[in-house]
């Protein structure tokens, strides 16, 4: 694939995934749905660190579309560069996309990037119906995809750094869902694992 196909997915997916979710949702109901800030909570730290994260994965990924030579910078690692895997890879980005945009449509109004100290309806059909955390499920899978389209030390830091910020996230959102939907998500958690 040429050198602009997965900026242009980045950025494809930055768009469909989370800005236009997010502007449907302050159009329709007045509200930000963003609700990181710039306090010292865990919260507001994990938002700042995926968003670093983020910016740091586009911004390689665009130096890599205009310059060649900034590959050899990112320390491939050789032993992952196989046909399959990048297939494999292409697919876990598409299939992603898909479901991330899915389980969006799924969550209506309710659709937060953060904690939402409003009260809002509980997704549990559909694909919460498979997993708690579908959306994150989602971008755990766009990770790996990149990883395996584009096998370096870089991707891979991003990888490891992406799931174990969502890790942490979950666990914050499901600490606040129990206080505020009551015995409503606990019954539901009870149903539905958290990843698969």
């Known amino acids: 694939m040429d050198r602009y196909t997965l900026l242009t997915y980045l950025i494809v997916y930055l768009t469909v995934a989370f800005v236009l979710p997010t502007y449907r949702v302050w159009k329709r109901t007045g509200l930000n749905p963003v ?6 909570s ?24 205009l ?6 910078y990112l320390i491939p690692i050789s032993w992952l560069e196989i046909d399959l895997f990048r ?31 409003s009260k809002t309806q509980l997704a ?14 989602g971008m755990v899978g766009t990770l790996l995809g990149l990883l395996l ?4 030390a870089l991707t891979l830091t991003i990888f490891a750094l992406g799931f174990a910020l969502m890790q942490i ?16 998500y606990e ?4 149903r539905v694992r958290r990843w698969l």
């Not at 549990?124 to 499920?137: A, M, Q, W």
């Not at 389209?149 to 370096?152: E, G």
């Open 87 to 117: 297939y494999v890879g292409y697919a876990l980005l598409l299939a992603s996309l898909v479901w991330v945009v899915t389980a969006q449509v799924q969550m209506a109004d309710s659709w937060r990037i953060g904690i939402d100290s």
């Open 169 to 184: 996230q979950v666990r914050l959102e499901e600490e606040f869902l129990r206080r505020s939907q009551e015995g409503e």
């Open 124 to 137: 549990s059909t559909g694909l919460f119906g498979v997993s708690r955390n579908p959306i994150f499920l």
């Open 42 to 65: 865990a919260h507001d730290y994990v938002g700042m660190l995926f968003k670093m994260v983020m910016l740091i994965l586009l911004l390689a990924t665009g130096a890599r579309a």
């Open 35 to 40: 609700t990181f800030g710039g306090t010292d």
């Open 67 to 72: 310059l060649p030579a900034v590959d050899e």
């Open 149 to 152: 389209v584009l096998p370096n």
């Open 187 to 190: 019954e539901y958690a009870n």
